[in-house]
């Protein structure tokens, strides 16, 4: 019930299902519920909404994570309204600077009685049509383009989903109201013609008093571009990240490294298999394990072994004599387990992160070969673990975290694995992959029969966990291009106008011995200072933005001022490449033409 109090619920739910946890508890850590609170550990349940475990799963503290992020969401919302916006302004734009065209239309309806509310009206008719005609067209875009938005989303949208009629009435609702908005200042603009003037050859002015409409329209130029440089910076950032995180040293061999699944379903089998495996020609080592990178998330309580303060939490995995070297994982201190040794049930290695956080005393850490040596309780029981070796750190998870403190207990020992098995196998360089996962099919086969055989490579499931962050770089890309394209269209609208409207003065001024690099400075040198104008603008806006995406990577790039100067060369140099051809154009008219008229 929607209206029930969350309080009751979670005062009914503990004695409903107190059994259960009993069991589980005793089933993973060997202990009854009594027992596991009086040790000092303790247990939470969270009340998680439906609607929120796809999109803010940690966030409710969900333990199967987030399957997707709301965050981007919003960047996605936020950049389509951007996009919106960068058509409406050059909808305004254009439909403004070519108002001469339709002055005497205003003069001659105003003349004949029409007054400037019904103008408005019309022209926001006309307005609100093309926006509507832009809808059909868009449709028609999304039909063709649905199959390669589904490949960089990896969903699976169908056109008649788009088509329900919730979000036609949504789409047609938009974009009447996005028509209105976007024919608002032209009308404002067009119907404040003083009748008399609108008859003039020339744009007629208007008064003083009034709305700066060429400074409006100036602004709008600005936003135009702030938003494309703004969006070439981020997707810089972006895809130095991407490229920061895939160079990145995790601390073990991630190339190579094919993952062998279900290995729990063969039991005791697992030597059997792994031997098997060994004899094929690609394949150099095999281990086993009940979790690996980026995936070790089995936690637990750890204390130091006779000290009173208090434990810790560290995270665990449990391998077999092979794991350790099969990985690289690099022991710098002591050494790994002993092959085939009933010794190593008792031992444990910790990597460095733990080893900094486990409570020692001060007389421990003063011994030579600290930590060697020394004991730790894991799971606030009994038996405890020696220490015979420390791995140097490495990513556990992704580069999202930092390093998290990490105990590795031997297969043999009393710690609890989890459900799971996983098989490591190491191959050549120079395997032929095809071949190799048929020779691995081929034994799995003569094992576990017809279990399933499920495997994965490593380095694929290192990429997965910025699968995200890759779709976010490709859609940012598409926009910003999007982007750049609108706005070099309107500046091209505008610069048009501006020859149009200046052509007498350019036969002038060519007339009068002025070179084409005068006329073509003369006619670019308003539009580049807003230009730089947007560039300026842009670049604090952009670094805010990607700084703060940054901050959910531990590790992370450093911004360099650099980036923010090539998005605004490279917008610059877009916009006076547009620039350059149609003032070019107009400088090498014949000045002779342009003069005829009068």
Same mark, same amino acid.
């Given at each position: 019930?929607?209206?029930?109090?969350?309080?009751?619920?979670?005062?009914?739910?503990?004695?409903?299902?107190?059994?259960?946890?009993?069991?589980?508890?005793?089933?993973?850590?060997?202990?009854?519920?009594?027992?596991?609170?009086?040790?000092?550990?303790?247990?939470?349940?969270?009340?998680?909404?439906?609607?929120?475990?796809?999109?803010?799963?940690?966030?409710?503290?969900?333990?199967?994570?987030?399957?997707?992020?709301?965050?981007?969401?919003?960047?996605?919302?936020?950049?389509?309204?951007?996009?919106?916006?960068?058509?409406?302004?050059?909808?305004?734009?254009?439909?403004?600077?070519?108002?001469?065209?339709?002055?005497?239309?205003?003069?001659?309806?105003?003349?004949?009685?029409?007054?400037?509310?019904?103008?408005?009206?019309?022209?926001?008719?006309?307005?609100?049509?093309? @926006?509507?005609?832009?809808?059909?067209?868009?449709?028609?875009?999304?039909?063709?383009?649905?199959?390669?938005?589904?490949?960089?989303?990896?969903?699976?949208?169908?056109?008649?989903?788009?088509?329900?009629?919730?979000?036609?009435?949504?789409?047609?609702?938009?974009?009447?109201?996005?028509?209105?908005?976007?024919?608002?200042?032209?009308?404002?603009?067009?119907?404040?013609?003083?009748?008399?003037?609108?008859? /003039?050859?020339?744009? &007629?002015?208007?008064?003083?008093?009034?709305?700066?409409?060429?400074?409006?329209?100036?602004?709008?130029?600005?936003?135009?571009?702030?938003?494309?440089?703004?969006?070439?910076?981020?997707?810089?950032?972006?895809?130095?990240?991407?490229?920061?995180?895939?160079?990145?040293?995790?601390?073990?061999?991630?190339?190579?490294?094919?993952?062998?699944?279900?290995?729990?379903?063969?039991?005791?089998?697992?030597?059997?298999?792994?031997?098997?495996?060994?004899?094929?020609?690609?394949?150099?080592?095999?281990?086993?394990?009940?979790?690996?990178?980026?995936?070790?998330?089995?936690?637990?309580?750890?204390?130091?072994?006779?000290?009173?303060?208090?434990?810790?939490?560290?995270?665990?995995?449990?391998?077999?004599?092979?794991?350790?070297?099969?990985?690289?994982?690099?022991?710098?201190?002591?050494?790994?387990?002993?092959?085939?040794?009933?010794?190593?049930?008792?031992?444990?290695?910790?990597?460095?992160? @733990?080893?900094?956080?486990? &409570?020692?005393?001060?007389?421990?850490?003063?011994?030579?070969?600290? &930590?060697?040596?020394?004991?730790?309780?894991?799971?606030?029981?009994?038996?405890?673990?020696?220490?015979?070796?420390?791995?140097?750190?490495?990513?556990?998870?992704?580069?999202?975290?930092?390093?998290?403190?990490?105990?590795?207990?031997?297969?043999?020992?009393?710690?609890?694995?989890? &459900?799971?098995?996983?098989?490591?196998? /190491?191959?050549?360089?120079?395997?032929?992959?095809?071949?190799? !996962?048929?020779?691995?099919?081929?034994?799995?086969?003569?094992?576990?029969?017809?279990?399933?055989?499920?495997?994965?490579?490593?380095?694929?499931?290192?990429?997965?966990?910025?699968?995200?962050?890759?779709?976010?770089?490709?859609?940012?890309?598409?926009?910003?291009?999007?982007?750049?394209?609108?706005?070099?269209?309107?500046?091209?609208?505008?610069?048009?106008?501006?020859?149009? /409207?200046?052509?007498?003065?350019?036969?002038?001024?060519? !007339?009068?011995?002025?070179?084409?690099?005068?006329?073509?400075?003369?006619?670019?040198?308003?539009?580049?200072?807003?230009?730089?104008?947007?560039?300026?603008? @842009?670049?604090?806006?952009?670094?805010?933005?990607?700084?703060?995406?940054?901050?959910?990577?531990?590790?992370?790039?450093?911004?360099?001022?650099?980036?923010?100067?090539?998005?605004?060369?490279?917008?610059?140099?877009?916009?006076?490449?547009?620039?350059?051809?149609?003032?070019?154009?107009?400088?090498?008219?014949?000045?002779?033409?342009?003069?005829?008229?009068?």
């Amino acid at each position: 019930n929607e209206n029930a109090s969350i309080e009751s619920v979670r005062n009914k739910i503990p004695s409903s299902i107190a059994e259960d946890i009993e069991a589980n508890l005793y089933a993973a850590f060997g202990t009854t519920g009594t027992e596991f609170t009086n040790s000092g550990r303790s247990w939470n349940m969270y009340f998680t909404p439906v609607t929120d475990i796809h999109l803010k799963a940690t966030e409710a503290g969900n333990r199967i994570g987030v399957v997707s992020d709301i965050f981007y969401v919003y960047v996605f919302s936020a950049i389509a309204l951007l996009i919106i916006a960068l058509a409406c302004i050059n909808f305004m734009n254009l439909s403004s600077a070519r108002s001469v065209y339709r002055a005497k239309e205003v003069g001659i309806r105003k003349t004949l009685g029409s007054r400037k509310e019904s103008l408005i009206g019309q022209f926001l008719m006309e307005s609100v049509l093309f @926006a509507f005609i832009s809808l059909i067209i868009a449709y028609l875009v999304v039909w063709l383009v649905i199959p390669s938005f589904n490949e960089i989303s990896a969903k699976q949208l169908t056109f008649a989903q788009i088509l329900t009629p919730s979000s036609l009435l949504s789409a047609i609702g938009i974009a009447g109201i996005l028509g209105i908005i976007a024919g608002l200042y032209p009308a404002l603009y067009l119907t404040s013609f003083n009748p008399i003037e609108s008859f /003039k050859s020339s744009l &007629p002015s208007i008064s003083q008093n009034k709305l700066s409409f060429s400074g409006l329209r100036n602004f709008l130029v600005v936003f135009q571009f702030a938003i494309s440089v703004m969006l070439i910076s981020c997707s810089i950032i972006i895809y130095q990240q991407l490229a920061f995180i895939q160079s990145t040293d995790l601390g073990f061999d991630k190339e190579n490294i094919l993952i062998l699944e279900n290995v729990e379903k063969i039991g005791a089998q697992t030597e059997s298999l792994k031997q098997l495996l060994l004899q094929e020609a690609p394949i150099k080592e095999v281990a086993e394990s009940n979790a690996l990178p980026p995936n070790i998330w089995y936690e637990d309580f750890a204390g130091v072994y006779g000290s009173d303060a208090p434990e810790v939490t560290i995270n665990s995995m449990v391998v077999d004599d092979d794991l350790i070297s099969t990985m690289g994982f690099n022991i710098s201190i002591g050494r790994a387990f002993n092959q085939r040794s009933e010794s190593n049930a008792k031992y444990v290695i910790l990597n460095q992160t @733990a080893v900094n956080q486990l &409570p020692w005393s001060d007389s421990a850490k003063e011994n030579e070969f600290f &930590p060697l040596g020394e004991f730790i309780l894991f799971g606030g029981n009994e038996p405890k673990y020696e220490v015979i070796g420390v791995v140097d750190d490495f990513n556990s998870a992704s580069l999202h975290y930092d390093v998290l403190p990490l105990a590795i207990f031997h297969e043999a020992s009393d710690v609890w694995a989890g &459900p799971n098995r996983f098989l490591t196998i /190491k191959f050549d360089n120079n395997a032929n992959l095809n071949e190799l !996962i048929a020779s691995v099919q081929r034994q799995w086969k003569s094992i576990a029969r017809d279990m399933p055989f499920e495997f994965s490579f490593l380095d694929d499931q290192l990429y997965v966990q910025y699968q995200s962050e890759q779709r976010v770089a490709k859609v940012v890309s598409i926009f910003t291009a999007l982007a750049i394209f609108i706005a070099i269209l309107g500046l091209v609208g505008l610069i048009s106008f501006s020859i149009e /409207k200046k052509t007498k003065e350019i036969g002038v001024r060519k !007339i009068l011995g002025a070179s084409t690099s005068n006329i073509i400075l003369l006619l670019s040198k308003d539009l580049i200072k807003l230009i730089l104008c947007a560039i300026l603008i @842009a670049t604090p806006v952009a670094w805010f933005m990607m700084n703060n995406w940054l901050q959910d990577f531990v590790y992370r790039i450093d911004i360099n001022f650099l980036v923010f100067l090539l998005s605004g060369f490279g917008a610059l140099f877009l916009a006076w490449l547009a620039l350059s051809y149609q003032t070019t154009k107009a400088a090498l008219q014949n000045p002779v033409k342009s003069l005829r008229s009068d």
